[in-house]
């Protein structure tokens, strides 16, 4: 009698979770990581030469880290320590070092794996360093967030960051192939539902095992309604103080700047989604209208100032309407970082130059002796000249006028290049007719 196939809903290893039954036995059966497995990828050559080195592992939940870094110790002879930074303090480390000590002095390495190692304060860090350096332990770290950010200097300097990716369609459908093999079934599922088990792991293979263990009681076939029903929808990955805050916005901004409305209303989604506060991104979108679109477009502050008003006003949904309006007015205007580049410009001159007077003929005189000592003579009130423009210097005596100020042919701004070169021009003429002989510039 032929055996029946395992089962969902009976596992032939007993309660073990889908996730863990399914954990590769080699490198080469992790998905979605062969940048950094193959063989001519780095950690696999390390692998094939049998020599490790300290990393982090730094990629999103669910990605392989944990099981890579066992995987590592397995195929290279080193005896695996795992620990945990949100459960373990300086007691459990020392027992660990200790360990390592006693194992070495008979020829065996070992392999610390601190999961989620960001979490470690700076003083845990450096505690590592002495045995990483001395090589009693080989250091491997799993880490959601920016190692540059998370961890100290010192500790990143004795490490290769390896940055894992979150796992593709191609790399979720195989999770599912082989998870339909474990148990021996297809999953009760029709084709759209199966693409949106994919979607709803959003890069996570261990989300997605355990989704699929939440199918055990289903009888039939599923549409993606009734998947959905099933199953919690899982929240996106955006953590507002970290990584993934920096990520969004940068995209968000950059998709304005490079005036695709599209993308900058798609990552404003995101944003919103991940339950991001929308008065940090109409700050973002006031700052945005004045550093690159600025005078290209008089208006783009006011309509980013108006966002941030009316979301004030209405608060959520409805304000973030207001916030969307923005964006696309914001992506869709001319740009220009001209009045951004020129006051960097006099910021240096500023404090190159530093504490020069003004010409004395543009100061105020209110006393007798500012009025003896020339202050104010000579100045020429300039709606009062022909076109409201008389051509004076207002730069110090003692220096040369420099232009910072060069508007390009964006939007209003060329307007603005027009009357500058016609004001040069004025000037021009009026430095020829005080000074006949000399050259004008």
């Known amino acids: 009698m032929s055996q ?13 979770p889908l996730a863990d039954r399914l954990r590769p036995k080699a490198l080469e059966d992790v998905v ?25 592992l730094w990629g999103p939940p669910g990605c392989g880290k944990t099981t890579i870094a066992r995987l590592l110790a397995d195929q290279t002879g080193l005896a695996f320590e795992p620990l945990s930074a949100t459960f373990s303090g300086v007691a459990e480390l020392r027992k660990v070092f200790q360990a ?49 950010f998370e961890l100290n200097s010192a500790l990143l300097s004795r490490c290769q960051v390896f940055v894992l990716k979150r796992l593709d369609e191609r790399a979720l459908t195989t999770i599912i192939e082989r998870a339909e093999e474990a148990i021996g079934r ?36 599923l549409d993606t309604s009734g ?34 409305p599209d993308a900058a209303l798609y990552w404003l989604a995101r944003m919103l989604d991940g339950g991001e506060d929308p008065l940090y991104i109409a700050r973002r979108l006031v700052r945005f209208a004045n550093e690159d679109i600025a005078i290209a477009d008089p208006q783009a502050v006011h309509q980013a100032l108006a966002a941030w008003d009316v979301y004030e006003r209405l608060g959520s949904p409805e304000g973030e309407l207001a916030i969307a309006q923005a964006v696309v007015y914001l992506a869709t205007a001319p740009k220009s970082v001209a009045v951004y580049s020129a006051f960097n410009a006099a910021t240096r001159l500023a404090k190159k130059t530093g504490s020069l007077m003004p010409p004395a003929n543009i100061l ?28 004076a210097n207002y730069f110090p005596d003692d220096m040369e006028p420099e232009k910072m100020y060069r508007p390009t042919g964006n939007g209003y701004e060329r307007v603005i290049a027009d009357k500058l070169a016609e004001w ?3 000037r021009t003429e009026k430095r020829t007719r005080a000074d006949p002989e000399g050259e004008p510039e």
Do not use: W
């Not at 990828?41 to 049998?50: F, K, L, N």
């Not at 070495?104 to 070992?110: A, D, H, L, M, S």
């Not at 960001?118 to 959601?144: C, I, K």
């Open 186 to 221: 297809t999953l009760p599922v029709d084709d759209q539902a199966r693409q949106a088990m994919v979607a709803m792991a959003d890069g996570d293979g261990r989300y997605l095992l355990n989704l699929i263990e939440q199918l055990q009681t289903v009888t039939g076939t």
């Open 4 to 16: 029946e196939p395992p089962s969902l809903f009976e596992p032939d290893d007993g309660s073990r």
């Open 364 to 391: 105020n005189a209110p006393t007798k002796l500012m009025k003896n000592l020339g202050y104010g003579e000579g100045y020429e009130y300039d709606p009062h000249t022909p076109g409201g423009f008389s051509g």
């Open 100 to 148: 390592a000590a006693k194992r070495r002095e008979v020829g065996q390495g070992t392999m610390l794996f601190v999961d989620e190692i960001h979490r470690f304060n700076r003083a845990q860090q450096d505690s590592f360093l002495p045995y990483v350096e001395d090589g009693t332990v080989v250091l491997v770290g799993a880490t959601t967030e920016n190692p540059s």
């Open 227 to 260: 998947l959905v029903d099933l199953v919690q929808q899982r929240a996106p990955i955006y953590d507002k103080g970290q990584e993934g805050h920096y990520n969004l916005i940068s995209a968000l901004h950059k998709s304005m700047r490079g005036s695709d």
């Open 424 to 426: 040069e021009r004025i």
């Open 32 to 56: 979605g990581q062969e940048h950094l497995l193959g063989p001519d990828a780095p950690i696999g050559r390390m692998v094939d030469e049998r020599r490790l080195v300290s990393l982090v």
